[in-house]
């Protein structure tokens, strides 16, 4: 009995320092690389999920910059060519009536799409006074001439002469000329106080023009194919200007926050919904040449669903969701 017991304890023994040599050799070393694996993956995938809004953000970014740009170069073009020109006329459009009237409004009507060929974006031009009135050019803008002249960006531009300023109108929500307009659509408000250089008259206050931003088509596309959540537009306070696509819990957000999501490349985390437990992550960018920013949000847990290689960005494609708030 004693061989035999020995030897049925040495195999035990056998069988017990595999089994442990197995466990510390094998299968511990391979689920701690599977950890590490999946930690090393699950980061890149997030940054290359964050790399991917940044593209986006770029792309709307840019987009809106041109617009301003643009819209700014325009504006200045009409009010300063052959010495204030044009305020001149406005202001005779002002003050004549009868006959006097309709040539003077006919001869401004006539140099505004002169000036504006190319560009179709643009949905008016005004003339506000100092005495009050206003003479508009293309479309009459229905909005009350008191909320206009309430206007942050209207005080901003009467402040500061000679300086072109921007005010922005989320058309889904305000209507600003009598014809029918299609909803969810940015329009830039880009403002101009004048001076005697550019009104000898002294009757104009602020000369406007309301364009169509590209913006509004970006944003579409992104938010009808998915793409990388959800954006929108928040001036230099924080307020929504453009975006929220008629979601009020999102506007409120972003209300009771004002000054949180500052103009710059950055991640914040928050939750959306006071009543929800869902955490979403926010990535925020300046937009150039203005005080806005955009803010891109999703879901966080969605953040690896968002992975997109750059081939497939520059195709349009990727496998995106759509948060729903």
Same mark, same amino acid.
């Given at each position: 009995?004693?061989?035999?017991? $020995?030897?049925?304890?040495?195999?035990?023994?056998?069988?017990?320092?595999?089994?442990?040599?197995?466990?510390?050799?094998?299968?511990?070393?391979?689920?701690?690389?599977?950890?590490?694996?999946?930690?090393?993956?699950?980061?890149?995938?997030?940054?290359?999920?964050?790399?991917?809004?940044?593209?986006?953000?770029?792309?709307?970014?840019?987009?809106?910059?041109?617009?301003?740009?643009?819209?700014?170069?325009?504006?200045?073009?009409?009010?300063?060519?052959?010495?204030?020109?044009?305020?001149?006329?406005?202001?005779?459009?002002?003050?004549?009536?009868?006959?006097?009237?309709?040539?003077?409004?006919?001869?401004?009507?006539?140099?505004?799409?002169?000036?504006?060929?190319?560009?179709?974006?643009?949905?008016?031009?005004?003339?506000?006074?100092?005495?009050?009135?206003?003479?508009?050019?293309?479309?009459?803008?229905?909005?009350?001439?008191?909320?206009?002249?309430?206007?942050?960006?209207?005080?901003?531009?009467?402040?500061?002469?000679?300086?072109?300023?921007?005010?922005?109108?989320?058309?889904?929500?305000?209507?600003?000329?009598?014809?029918?307009?299609?909803?969810?659509?940015?329009?830039?408000?880009?403002?101009?106080?004048?001076?005697?250089?550019?009104? $000898?008259?002294?009757?104009?206050?602020?000369?406007?023009?309301?364009?169509?931003?590209?913006?509004?088509?970006?944003?579409?596309?992104?938010?009808?194919?998915?793409?990388?959540?959800?954006?929108?537009?928040?001036?230099?306070?924080?307020?929504?200007?453009?975006?929220?696509?008629?979601?009020?819990?999102?506007?409120?957000?972003?209300?009771?926050?004002?000054?949180?999501?500052?103009?710059?490349?950055?991640?914040?985390?928050?939750?959306?919904?006071?009543?929800?437990?869902?955490?979403?992550?926010?990535?925020?960018?300046?937009?150039?040449?203005?005080?806005?920013?955009?803010?891109?949000?999703?879901?966080?847990?969605?953040?690896?669903?968002?992975?997109?290689?750059?081939?497939?960005?520059?195709?349009?494609?990727? $496998?995106?969701?759509?948060?729903?708030?």
């Amino acid at each position: 009995m004693g061989p035999r017991w $020995k030897r049925n304890e040495k195999n035990a023994s056998l069988t017990h320092t595999y089994y442990r040599s197995f466990l510390l050799l094998i299968v511990i070393p391979l689920v701690l690389v599977f950890m590490v694996a999946e930690i090393v993956i699950g980061y890149l995938i997030r940054n290359a999920s964050i790399e991917t809004i940044d593209a986006v953000q770029e792309n709307i970014a840019t987009a809106l910059s041109n617009d301003v740009r643009t819209n700014a170069l325009q504006l200045s073009h009409f009010v300063c060519i052959n010495g204030g020109e044009f305020t001149q006329v406005a202001a005779e459009v002002h003050n004549s009536t009868g006959s006097a009237w309709y040539e003077a409004d006919q001869l401004l009507q006539r140099a505004f799409r002169t000036a504006m060929v190319p560009s179709q974006a643009i949905v008016a031009g005004g003339f506000y006074m100092k005495g009050g009135g206003a003479v508009y050019m293309k479309e009459t803008i229905v909005l009350p001439e008191e909320e206009i002249r309430a206007e942050p960006w209207y005080g901003e531009a009467v402040e500061r002469p000679n300086t072109v300023v921007l005010g922005g109108y989320d058309t889904s929500r305000v209507r600003l000329t009598g014809n029918i307009q299609k909803g969810n659509q940015l329009v830039v408000a880009t403002a101009l106080a004048t001076d005697l250089a550019t009104d $000898k008259s002294g009757e104009i206050d602020v000369v406007t023009f309301f364009t169509i931003s590209q913006i509004s088509d970006v944003l579409a596309a992104q938010n009808r194919d998915g793409n990388m959540g959800f954006s929108v537009i928040l001036d230099g306070s924080g307020q929504v200007i453009y975006g929220d696509m008629g979601k009020e819990a999102v506007r409120d957000f972003f209300g009771q926050r004002l000054g949180e999501f500052p103009p710059g490349s950055q991640t914040r985390r928050a939750a959306l919904l006071e009543e929800g437990n869902c955490d979403y992550f926010f990535r925020t960018r300046a937009i150039p040449d203005t005080d806005w920013s955009v803010v891109t949000f999703t879901k966080e847990a969605s953040l690896p669903e968002l992975y997109a290689s750059p081939a497939d960005l520059a195709a349009g494609g990727g $496998k995106f969701h759509y948060p729903r708030l």
